[in-house]
């Protein structure tokens, strides 16, 4: 990255840091006026469905601080090591700046987002759902935004001159990021499990014991369904690796492409539909549309390629 990008970088890096260390600040300065259990977690209405010691009020601290870290890190290493994508070196330098940028932009919403969370429990407030919706949305369009310029970025730069099967970082990539989100998502429901149902209502009365809220539907089901939903994605998961593997043996490099693209819209997409099933929140129309529109995308690429 030139010098002004990592000016950029370094801002917005800065900025996620200190808004996230403010909202700890601020939680300590209040620290002395809370009782020993505090409301620390909210359903999907934005009331407290969990009261618990007031230590836990760091949770947001903690899992923000680890995201910023995990996104410095993976900046720092984006900008030191090549993607190994067959491409010019102005589109290397490129692809890596827009994919550094855009995870400069999710971590500034991240640390947006734990740190209106501190704020509430900070204050003892409800969450207002429709701001917690409208950061996970900017963050949903952060994320596409970033990944069609990245796409365009490779169309543009790639060496057409190379036909043999890719076996850069690239695909290596595809292959291992699907399984790392799926193995998150699972811890993700594990955490979760034990404080389903989330309507306080229903804490009290043993027949509701184990549902979960739908925002989609707005209905309770049972939360086995959650476990359901994520081992058919590690079936479907599972399927793409071997099909994958099997057309790279064969050397068919448009099918390794294809499948390269398919596990890792797959498993980008079920991660963050996931994790709005888990925190009760809707999934949105402009995910879905954003997710066929790249598995079309990603099908045309294919076609085009066989010509």
């Known amino acids: 990255m030139n010098g002004k990008i990592k000016t950029v970088h370094r801002i917005l890096l800065t900025v996620s840091i200190l808004i996230l260390g403010a909202s700890l600040v601020f939680y300590l300065i209040k620290w002395g006026d809370y009782p020993e259990e505090i409301g620390v977690h909210f359903d999907s209405d934005g009331s407290f469905d ?3 010691s007031k230590f836990f009020g760091f949770y947001p601290h903690v899992i923000g601080g680890i995201a910023i870290a995990g996104i410095a890190l993976a900046c720092r290493l984006i900008g030191k090591k090549k993607t190994g994508l067959r491409i ?3 589109g290397e330098e490129r692809f890596r700046t827009e994919l550094c940028l855009t995870l400069d932009c999710i971590a500034l ?13 900070a204050l003892q407030q409800p969450l207002d759902t429709d701001k917690a919706r409208l950061v996970f949305g900017l963050i949903a369009a952060a994320s596409v935004t970033g990944i069609m310029a990245e796409t365009v970025t490779y169309i543009r730069y790639r060496e057409k001159a190379e036909k043999s099967a890719p076996s850069g970082l690239f695909h290596r990539l595809c292959r291992l ?7 998150g998502a699972a811890a993700a429901l594990a955490e979760c499990w034990g404080r389903y149902p989330s309507d306080e209502a229903l804490y009290e009365d043993p027949a509701y014991r184990g549902l979960v ?15 359901a939903i994520l081992l058919a ?5 599972t399927v793409l690796e071997i099909i994958s593997v099997r057309v790279a043996k ?3 490099q448009s099918l390794v492409s294809l499948t390269d693209r398919l596990k890792l819209l797959t498993g980008v997409f079920f991660f963050w539909w996931y994790l709005q099933l888990l925190t009760q929140l ?11 529109l790249l598995f079309t995308v990603s099908f045309v690429l294919y076609a085009r390629s066989r010509k």
């Open 50 to 52: 969990v009261v618990a």
């Open 88 to 90: 010019s070196e102005k």
């Open 109 to 121: 919403l991240v640390s947006l987002f734990f740190a209106y969370w501190s704020s509430c429990v």
């Open 177 to 183: 990021i699907p399984w790392l989100l799926t193995a």
């Open 213 to 227: 809220y739908s925002a989609n539907f707005d209905a309770y089901y049972d939360r086995k369904l959650l476990l």
């Open 233 to 237: 994605f590690l079936v479907l998961l």
């Open 250 to 252: 064969a050397e068919k």
């Open 282 to 292: 809707a999934i949105g129309p402009v995910s879905v549309g954003a997710f066929a």
